[in-house]
C-alpha cells in the first residue's frame, strides 16, 4: 500500500466516522483502522518504515548488543614509554608509595597523581599515566580505571581533579597525600 492509497484510506475513515455521535468516534475510529490493518497485515516486505509515513522522521536506530558496546567502548589505556618513574635525584614512585602506604585504588590514585603532579611536575596527567603507575608498582589495575578516576574526583572523596581526560590535584587530595598518609597506627 502506497502513500496515496493509505491518504485516501484515512480520508474515507474520516468521513465515516463523522456519521457517528463525537462520544463514538473514538471507538468507531478503532474498529475501523484496527479491522483493515488485521484484514492487511503487510508481510515482512511490505512493513511500514516510519520516513514512509512521515517524510522528516529517521527510523530509530537498532541497539547495540552487549559485545557490540565493549567492541566499541574506549580503548585500554596504554603505559607511557618515556615516562620515568625512577628519575636520578628524585624519590622513586615506588619509594614515595611505599612510604604513604595507601589503603585501596582510591588512595592508591591519589598517590600516584601527587606523585606525578608535584615529584614528577607533569603537566597533563591522563589516565594513561595513572595505568603506566600501577604497571610499574605491579599492583592490581582497576577494572575501570576511567571510572576510578570519577571516583577519586567524587564528592565522597575530592582527591583530584578530573575534567576532559585530564586529572590534578585538589587541596582536598594534596593535604590527605601530604597530611593524612601514612595512616598513623592507633593507640591501643
Known sequence: MDFTEKKKMLEETAELIKLFPESLQEKVFDFLILDK?????PTIEERIEPTDVLPNVEAPKPRKTVAQKKAT??????????????????????????SKNPNGNIQSTAV????????????????????????ELGIKIPGNLDQNLR???SSKY?????AE??????VRGTNFVEQDLPKKAKKA
Open 151 to 153: 571516583d577519586c574526583a
Open 73 to 98: 567502548s574506549k580503548a585500554m589505556p596504554q603505559i607511557i614509554k618515556d615516562l620515568n618513574l625512577r628519575p636520578n635525584g628524585k624519590q622513586s614512585l615506588q619509594e614515595f608509595f611505599s
Open 37 to 41: 490493518i488485521k484484514l492487511s497485515a
Open 158 to 162: 575530592g582527591y583530584i581533579v578530573f
Open 112 to 135: 600516584m597523581v601527587y606523585y606525578l603532579q608535584t615529584i614528577l611536575e607533569c603537566v597533563e596527567i591522563t589516565a594513561n599515566h595513572v595505568f603506566s603507575c600501577y604497571r
Open 165 to 170: 581526560g585530564k586529572c590534578s590535584m585538589s
